[in-house]
């Protein structure tokens, strides 16, 4: 038995034709959209707070009506995303609403939640949990600003049990994002959740296609030859035996080799012997990579050992404002001119009595985008000023964007054009790395035809019997 899973997002912002296009040229079972990172929690909180019906990746709209042809012609294929983001149920009415509207009211949607720990954080600090900092090990209980988000990594078994509940469409918060590919694999090949090894391959074949086009040539050293403007997103072939073959659709640009594989299953793991997932321990350096044909690459033998009873949380704070500016200086003494500019800009700053808490100056263009290893070309003739300030005052970042507009009669001649001549004021959220127990987590799955989560307002009740009981629910969960 073999399942094709192939991933049309890697993160949000990630090109909105791929899944359509991944769907179209290729046969899949699942597609899997992948849209988080601890900014981008941060950033849908900050939308919720302005609208509580808000607070998802909303690119998933455009790609879900994109889609609705594709999901209307194949009755097997189905979709499994983070996109719920801080608000995953406001998200599956928004995409109810859609699929309704495209005459498929009745294709059931999975809600999966209960990894927002921010309503819960007194009550667990309360029953002794520290949520001591992973880098100082100070506890959060030493925090005076604003919490903004805190959600922990949930895992693989409450996408497979809506999945088994006949969902078709699977709507998560904050999950790790390899479990968007396991949820699918345990699903269908009935595998155990204490076989660590079978846990460990899905895994693997999860990691390797989560940064989509990563996998296929995007962001590779090999870059000029890969036609990228058309690059192919990946597709991951499970076989029940845990192996995996990642592959592309045929006739598409980018390329799948030995070395993109192997280049992605080494992105963001940390100790390779221990990339902790809260579905497995997985140890990557037992991992066998071979090509198999023309873009097609076999990977076996992951090893797999009991999941941490620790689950990573995503919580971000609120630590003051920031901003900056930026000037395109021009001329044969550019350098000198805008080192002066800057000068000018913060000598005005202290006139005012302004102060802050951090500030930063770049000359991009003059070799500091890798600073100490390149300097400025020769016969430099422009550069791009860029000054930075973070305080916690909002009106004194607030002043510093207004002194780049004056420079155009009272700086240095040879100021081309502003770039960013008047900076926009931005909240800094800030990052608060820790754990949380397993044994505190609740998730909660709901799974409604689409055209009932159009009118429905109400989170789920939690139903420990059928989350905690596979025979409940049925194989592989």
Same mark, same amino acid.
Request: glycine share 10%.
């Given at each position: 038995?073999?399942?094709?899973?192939?991933?049309? /997002?890697?993160?949000?912002?990630?090109?909105?034709? /791929?899944?359509?296009?991944?769907?179209?040229s290729?046969?899949l079972?699942?597609? %899997?959209?992948?849209?988080?990172?601890?900014?981008?929690l941060?950033?849908?909180?900050?939308?919720?707070e302005?609208?509580?019906?808000a607070?998802?990746?909303?690119?998933f709209?455009p790609?879900l009506?994109?889609?609705?042809?594709?999901?209307a012609?194949?009755?097997?294929?189905?979709?499994?995303?983070?996109?719920?983001g801080?608000n995953?149920?406001?998200?599956?009415?928004?995409?109810?609403?859609?699929? %309704?509207?495209?005459g498929?009211?009745?294709?059931?949607?999975?809600v999966?939640?209960g990894?927002?720990?921010?309503?819960?954080?007194? $009550?667990?600090?309360?029953?002794?949990? /520290?949520?001591?900092?992973?880098?100082?090990?100070?506890?959060?209980?030493?925090?005076?600003?604003?919490?903004?988000?805190?959600?922990?990594?949930?895992?693989?078994?409450?996408?497979?049990?809506a999945?088994?509940?006949?969902?078709?469409?699977?709507?998560?918060?904050?999950?790790?994002?390899?479990?968007?590919?396991?949820?699918?694999?345990?699903?269908?090949?009935?595998?155990?959740?204490?076989?660590?090894d079978?846990?460990?391959?899905?895994?693997?074949?999860?990691?390797?296609?989560?940064?989509?086009?990563?996998?296929?040539?995007?962001?590779?050293?090999?870059?000029d030859?890969?036609?990228?403007?058309?690059?192919?997103?990946?597709?991951?072939e499970?076989e029940?035996?845990?192996?995996?073959?990642?592959?592309? *659709?045929?006739?598409?640009?980018?390329?799948v080799?030995?070395?993109?594989?192997?280049?992605?299953l080494?992105? $963001?793991?940390?100790? *390779?012997?221990?990339y902790?997932?809260?579905?497995?321990?997985?140890?990557?350096?037992?991992?066998?990579?071979a090509?198999?044909?023309?873009?097609?690459?076999?990977?076996?033998?992951?090893?797999?050992?009991p999941?941490p009873?620790?689950?990573?949380?995503?919580?971000?704070?609120?630590?003051?404002?920031?901003?900056?500016?930026?000037?395109l200086?021009?001329?044969?003494?550019?350098?000198?001119?805008?080192?002066?500019?800057a000068?000018i800009?913060?000598?005005?700053?202290?006139?005012?009595?302004? $102060?802050?808490?951090?500030?930063?100056?770049e000359?991009l263009?003059?070799?500091? /985008?890798?600073?100490?290893?390149?300097?400025p *070309?020769?016969?430099?003739?422009?550069?791009?000023?860029?000054?930075?300030?973070?305080?916690?005052?909002?009106?004194?970042?607030?002043r510093?964007?207004?002194e780049?507009?004056?420079?155009?009669?009272?700086?240095?001649a040879?100021?081309?054009?502003?770039?960013?001549?008047?900076?926009?004021?931005?909240p800094v959220f800030?990052?608060?790395?820790?754990?949380?127990?397993?044994?505190?987590?609740?998730?909660?799955?709901?799974?409604?035809p689409?055209?009932?989560?159009?009118?429905?307002s109400?989170a789920?009740?939690?139903?420990s019997?059928?989350?905690?009981? *596979?025979?409940?629910?049925?194989?592989?969960?």
């Open positions: 038995m073999t399942i094709r899973i192939g991933n049309g /997002a890697g993160f949000w912002g990630d090109n909105l034709d /791929a899944p359509r296009r991944l769907v179209e290729a046969e079972d699942y597609l %899997t959209l992948e849209y988080l990172a601890e900014l981008t941060s950033i849908l909180a900050r939308l919720r302005k609208d509580p019906q607070g998802y990746a909303h690119d709209l790609v009506q994109s889609l609705a042809p594709a999901l012609a194949q009755p097997k294929l189905k979709l499994v995303t983070n996109a719920g801080m995953p149920h406001a998200c599956a009415r928004a995409a109810a609403a859609s699929l %309704t509207a495209a498929l009211g009745d294709l059931p949607i999975g999966v939640a990894d927002d720990l921010a309503p819960r954080l007194a $009550e667990l600090q309360a029953a002794g949990h /520290a949520f001591n900092n992973l880098d100082d090990g100070r506890p959060l209980s030493d925090l005076k600003q604003p919490i903004v988000s805190a959600n922990a990594y949930l895992g693989a078994q409450p996408i497979a049990a999945l088994v509940g006949g969902a078709r469409i699977v709507i998560t918060g904050r999950v790790a994002d390899a479990s968007l590919t396991v949820g699918p694999a345990m699903r269908e090949f009935g595998w155990s959740w204490t076989d660590w079978k846990l460990a391959a899905a895994s693997v074949a999860g990691h390797l296609i989560e940064c989509g086009a990563q996998a296929t040539g995007g962001y590779f050293t090999g870059w030859t890969n036609d990228l403007a058309n690059v192919g997103y990946p597709i991951a499970l029940a035996d845990g192996s995996t073959t990642i592959t592309q *659709p045929p006739n598409s640009g980018g390329r080799t030995r070395d993109t594989v192997r280049a992605q080494v992105y $963001e793991i940390g100790d *390779p012997r221990h902790l997932t809260p579905d497995v321990d997985c140890d990557f350096t037992s991992v066998s990579i090509e198999a044909g023309a873009n097609r690459v076999h990977v076996v033998g992951a090893r797999g050992a999941a009873d620790t689950l990573k949380v995503s919580l971000a704070y609120r630590d003051g404002f920031m901003a900056d500016g930026r000037l200086v021009y001329g044969d003494d550019c350098l000198t001119k805008a080192e002066a500019c000068n800009i913060w000598a005005k700053l202290r006139q005012a009595g302004y $102060e802050y808490a951090r500030t930063n100056m000359l263009g003059a070799g500091q /985008a890798v600073p100490g290893l390149a300097r *070309p020769a016969g430099l003739r422009e550069v791009v000023l860029r000054l930075a300030v973070h305080d916690p005052r909002r009106e004194a970042v607030e510093f964007t207004r780049f507009a004056p420079l155009a009669t009272s700086g240095p040879g100021l081309a054009g502003y770039t960013q001549a008047r900076g926009e004021v931005r800030a990052y608060w790395p820790t754990l949380v127990p397993r044994k505190f987590l609740r998730p909660t799955i709901e799974v409604l689409a055209h009932t989560w159009a009118t429905h109400t789920p009740t939690i139903n019997e059928r989350r905690n009981n *596979p025979s409940a629910t049925g194989k592989g969960v």
